[in-house]
């Protein structure tokens, strides 16, 4: 879910910025006027959403995520896995990850 949100982020960047590079008035953000990613955020440091809560609207998107495997893993396993994971300030299923990835990075 995480990295499907990232992308989405990353994607939305991307129109954003080069919909703000056209110079156009109308490429300004409906709400804050904003005319960078920079200042939407500034703005939004600054707004609170349910003050303009009736001047958005829905809208429907679709989001494609990469489709995940799951690996059954011994509880004594997961256990330490997850220690380690808590030691280093990341879930398990991303020391899972990049432990996994090492490993086959070196056996190539």
Same mark, same amino acid.
């Given at each position: ?40 955020? *500034? ?7 349910? *003050?303009?809560? *009736? ?54």
């Amino acid at each position: 879910m995480a990295v499907a949100k990232v992308l989405l982020f990353i994607k939305w960047h991307r129109w954003l910025t080069d919909a703000m590079n056209k110079n156009d008035d109308d490429r300004l953000t409906s709400i804050s006027k904003a005319g960078t990613p920079e200042e939407i955020g *500034d703005f939004w440091d600054t707004h609170s959403l349910a *003050d303009y809560w *009736d001047q958005t609207h829905e809208v429907e998107f679709e989001v494609r995520a990469n489709r995940r495997r799951r690996v059954t893993l011994d509880p004594d396993v997961y256990a330490q896995v997850e220690v380690q994971a808590r030691t280093r300030g990341v879930l398990p299923e991303t020391l899972v990850n990049l432990w996994l990835a090492e490993r086959l990075q070196a056996a190539k």
